[in-house]
């Protein structure tokens, strides 16, 4: 296991069409978080899941966005109705209590542009 | 809101010189930071990190350093190394949520 991975690395698409993105933490983490980083800023939480329940949501993710984690391990993150303000680079971090939880192993994210 | 900023978008210095990266925060109620390295194409990697109870944290070449009253933290690099150019980021938590700052921009100069 050497990290946590993100796919697709990039995703273009048009507006109004439905975008999924899927994470895999490092296997023993049981935290998983996702992150919007817009050019210039830094990264903005979304929402995390301690195992498969998701715990937190940000006001910045709307009903346009939703969020899973079915078993605990991979996540995914699915933007309906895509909006040219949605292009950005979404960023997944996992952390395990052996590290506080406080330490994040971010993953290389996926850069949407909508179109 | 921005909770964490940092100030300084661009920070350079020579080679074997100190780096010092600054960080400002307004929520008293974090309790813990931390600071994130950037380089282009990837995810942030974990740098350093202190608790609130404590005013100083070292790491080899990389001191943190967190003043409460001035809600002010900084990241010292000595000696800086071409190698550590990227962007820095600090980060602040209050429970589960993680705020991050804008980032700084370092270029260590051979």
């Known amino acids: 296991d050497t990290g946590v991975s993100q796919n697709p690395r990039h995703k273009i698409t048009k507006r109004g069409q439905n975008v999924t993105f899927r994470c895999d933490p490092i296997?023993?983490?049981?935290?998983l978080y996702w992150y919007r980083q817009t050019l210039g800023q830094g990264p903005e939480f979304l929402t995390y899941?301690?195992?498969?329940?998701?715990?937190?949501k940000s006001r910045l993710l709307s009903d346009r966005f939703s969020a899973e984690r079915p078993k605990g391990s991979f996540s995914t993150l699915e933007i309906q109705r895509t909006e040219q303000g949605d292009s950005a680079m979404y960023l997944c971090?996992?952390?395990?209590?052996?590290?506080?939880?406080?330490?994040?192993?971010f993953g290389p994210g996926t850069r949407l542009t909508v179109l | 809101d921005q909770q964490v900023k940092q100030n300084s978008p661009s920070l350079s210095v020579q080679e074997g010189r100190i780096s010092i990266l600054n960080c400002d925060y307004t929520?008293?109620?974090?309790?813990?930071f931390l600071w994130y390295k950037k380089y282009p194409a990837e995810g942030p990697t974990f740098l350093i990190s202190?608790?609130?109870?404590?005013d100083k944290n070292e790491d080899g070449r990389f001191t943190v350093f967190l003043n409460k009253s001035a809600k002010h933290l900084s990241l010292h690099i000595v000696p800086s190394q071409p190698g550590d150019s990227a962007v820095y980021f600090c980060?602040?938590?209050?429970?589960?949520?993680?705020?991050f700052g804008t980032g700084t921009s370092l270029t260590v100069i051979p």
């Open positions: 980060a602040a938590s209050a429970g589960n949520q993680f705020y």
């Open positions: 929520n008293s109620m974090f309790d813990y």
């Open positions: 202190i608790s609130s109870i404590k």
């Open positions: 971090a996992s952390s395990s209590l052996a590290g506080g939880y406080n330490e994040q192993f």
């Open positions: 296997s023993e983490h049981n935290r």
């Open positions: 899941f301690q195992n498969e329940a998701q715990l937190e």
